[in-house]
């Protein structure tokens, strides 16, 4: 019979720990006589004091309460309210400290779940300016007290919206905008919404702010049509925030976590902005998917199309393509490329952009790529190039069998999980593909989140 081994910490009580690295999540692990703990706020090679929160089987939880021996990249975060807001994870870390760490997370990735060694994991592409770099802001808005709003983050893992004035992430527009809303809400009393009694008006707001063409939009996200003094918002709007080329409405009435609701109604302005990729422009909705950091963006996919190393004569399938960003800088270079993407609506945005920058090689195809990519396989397609760029879950098994039988000269998995990357990668691995190398990417500086993007060849 296997002996039971003895959890040897308590909840409730204190333990010293040494931290010997960062967990995915951008906690220290710990370890007390054998047995792993969790510390929020800890780095690795500090020794810390911490108050044990949660007990499981193989692991625990514990509150940060004194450094004792502080790591030399341990710095004091400048956001007033980072202990408490969910938003970002590393801001207590030195930037060349929080780079390096994520490089390690690929790596353990790689080589743990992945099972693969002797993988080039290339330095951190970091940014020039780990601050003041989303060019997209979803604040949640609550009631605070009987008279004032809260209008920020939530709290890690749950709820509670944390007041937020001035987000150190967010570009300085999306800072104005929601303290241009706040004063609004303030002035004309209008209600927040209220989850929990399903009552108020005002459920979020987001700003979106062209980092190359200084435009900006503003989207209220409303639980009702009906809105008063919506003109009076539009004029506060006009008077602020400088670029505003629109002002929209949306309505979600659903009690749901899911932000947008189905309804969008065009306030002021024309309901879109514009931002720039390199050479290219891109038409950007309330509902559009770019990414959130333009210029880490720019360096994200001129790896991807260097890894793809196109002559120009070169079929290619962008599997997983949004909007078409990485599938319009491929088209430049290439024959004919071939977007695969699920979501109608980032499809029609894709079209229209491929119009937009006068990009006539470039197919979209609308459908699941389980399904889609051996369909355009089985329809004489060979695509010499495979660039991937699926969600967190990364690619369905169909997808990734599909690619090994169609036998493509270089694949490129462009990443948001390096858990789900590896994986993947350890798949191909069996099917006859090496990975050559993995270049990460800081798309998320002062979080825990890192992209990488993998060149793969027969």
């Known amino acids: 019979m296997k002996e039971t081994r003895q959890i040897p910490v308590q ?24 047995f792993t703990v969790f510390v929020p706020y800890a780095l690795p090679g500090e020794t810390v004091r911490a108050r044990v929160t949660m007990v499981k089987k193989t692991y625990a939880s514990a509150a940060l309460e004194q450094v004792l021996t502080p790591s030399p990249d341990r710095e004091k975060p400048p956001c007033p309210v ?40 290339l330095p951190v592409l970091g ?3 780990p601050w003041n770099y989303r060019n997209k802001m979803q604040f949640p808005v609550a009631a605070a007290g009987k008279r004032n709003v809260a209008i920020g983050c939530f709290a890690a893992a749950t709820h509670e919206v944390i007041d937020v004035e001035n987000c150190a992430i967010q570009k300085e527009g999306n800072n104005v905008i929601a303290a241009v809303v706040r004063q609004w809400m303030k002035d004309f009393k209008i209600p927040a919404y209220d989850e929990d ?8 707001i987001m700003g979106r ?10 989207c209220l996200v409303t639980a009702s049509d009906m809105v008063p003094h919506m003109k009076d918002l539009v004029q506060y709007l006009r008077r602020d925030v400088p670029g505003l080329k629109s002002v929209v409405q949306n ?13 969008t109604k065009t306030i002021y302005g024309s309901g879109t902005i514009h931002d720039s990729i390199g050479s290219l422009t891109f038409h950007i909705s309330a509902q559009s998917f770019f990414q959130v950091n333009s210029e880490q963006a720019q360096r994200l996919y001129e790896t991807a199309l260097d890894f793809a190393d196109l002559k120009g004569g070169e079929i290619v399938a962008d599997v997983y393509c949004g909007t078409g960003t990485i599938t319009l800088f491929l088209a430049q270079k290439a024959k004919q490329v071939y977007g695969i993407e699920i979501v109608d609506s980032a499809i029609r945005d894709a079209v229209r952009n491929a119009k937009d920058n006068k ?4 197919q979209f195809i609308l459908g699941d790529a389980i399904y889609k990519l051996p369909e355009l396989i089985r329809n004489g397609v060979r695509p010499d190039v495979i660039v991937l760029d699926p969600p967190r879950a990364g690619c369905g098994e169909p997808v990734l069998k599909a690619i090994a039988n169609s036998k493509p000269k270089r694949v490129v998995y462009v990443s948001c999980n390096p858990a789900t990357l590896a994986r993947d990668l350890a798949y191909l691995k069996e099917h006859g593909y090496q990975t050559q190398k993995v270049q990460p990417v800081d798309m998320f500086p002062r979080t825990h989140h890192v992209e990488a993007v993998a060149l793969i060849t027969p």
């Open 197 to 204: 009694a399903r009552t108020g008006i005002v459920r979020h």
């Open 359 to 362: 990009i006539g090689n470039a």
């Open 11 to 34: 909840k409730g009580k204190t333990y010293e720990l040494s931290i010997q690295g960062l967990g995915t999540s951008g906690e220290g692990i710990g370890r007390y006589e054998g």
């Open 127 to 129: 940014a020039k300016t």
């Open 209 to 218: 702010v062209g980092v190359h063409t200084g435009e900006v939009m503003v």
């Open 82 to 121: 980072y202990e408490r807001c969910g938003g970002c994870q590393l801001q207590h870390l030195s930037y060349e400290g929080e780079l390096k760490e994520k490089r390690q997370q690929v790596k353990d990735a790689i080589e743990r779940i992945g099972h693969l060694q002797g993988v080039d994991v």
């Open 251 to 263: 309505v979600n009435k659903r009690h749901t976590n899911v932000i947008l609701g189905p309804k």
